[in-house]
T-cell receptor
Framework: QQQVKQSPQSLIVQKGGISIINCAYENTAFDYFPWYQQFPGKGPALLIAIRPDVSEKKEGRFTISFNKSAKQFSLHIMDSQPGDSATYFCAAGKETSGSRLTFGEGTQLTVNP | DTEVTQTPKHLVMGMTNKKSLKCEQHMGHRAMYWYKQKAKKPPELMFVYSYEKLSINESVPSRFSPECPNSSLLNLHLHALQPEDSALYLC?????????????FGPGTRLTVL
């Protein structure tokens, strides 16, 4: 029940295309869903986060879509750029568990020029 | 200053060595974390300090010993490690442990145990 399933494991997109990464969770107590971006040799960095009271959140080219009934959320990267090539982790947390996060397995995104 | 720094960047040690990893933040954050990350895997939480007190120990073997000397500094003491402990060790901090808080990660220490 604590798992977060992420797909795909790897994704190759052409420059200018849309990258879509999906995550699904089981535990309905989760109420915080961040996405972290990690470049090689660096630690993860928060990209965007959403709470279940909204169905979508957009920051620049990055959008989270959230479907509470399906217990799914996804990251859309519009106009993907080679500089977006990184590993993306979705995560889920619940306020009652402090800042503990359950991470998905990660998606390695490659954007070809 | 919105940075978490970690030293050293790389560490190679034998199974009988004792070494320490260091983490520092000057953002006034009161929660600090140690994570272990294996290649192509997500970070795994090891320890959480909240207000300089150990709040979470995720059943980590005693060969890993954390220490929080003050609100800005976090250490991880290593002793008698095994080759399977080779990994990227990440430090993170957040404003607090409770509530919704962004975690700020350092660049990590790449540890190799021979």
């Amino acid at each position: 029940q604590q798992q977060v399933k992420q797909s795909p494991q790897s994704l190759i997109v052409q420059k200018g295309g849309i990258s879509i990464i999906n995550c699904a969770y089981e535990n309905t107590a989760f109420d915080y869903f961040p996405w972290y971006q990690q470049f090689p040799g660096k630690g993860p960095a928060l990209l965007i986060a959403i709470r279940p009271d909204v169905s979508e959140k957009k920051e620049g080219r990055f959008t989270i879509s959230f479907n509470k009934s399906a217990k799914q959320f996804s990251l859309h990267i519009m106009d993907s750029q080679p500089g977006d090539s990184a590993t993306y982790f979705c995560a889920a947390g619940k306020e009652t568990s402090g800042s503990r996060l359950t991470f998905g397995e990660g998606t390695q995104l490659t954007v070809n020029p | 200053d919105t940075e978490v720094t970690q030293t050293p960047k790389h560490l190679v040690m034998g199974m009988t060595n004792k070494k320490s990893l260091k983490c520092e933040q000057h953002m006034g954050h009161r929660a600090m974390y140690w994570y272990k990350q294996k290649a192509k895997k997500p970070p795994e939480l090891m320890f959480v300090y909240s207000y300089e007190k150990l709040s979470i120990n995720e059943s980590v073997p005693s060969r890993f010993s954390p220490e929080c000397p003050n609100s800005s500094l976090l250490n991880l003491h290593l002793h008698a490690l095994q080759p399977e402990d080779s990994a990227l060790y990440l430090c993170a901090s957040s404003p607090a442990w409770t509530g919704y808080n962004e975690q700020f990660f350092g660049p990590g220490t790449r540890l190799t145990v021979l």
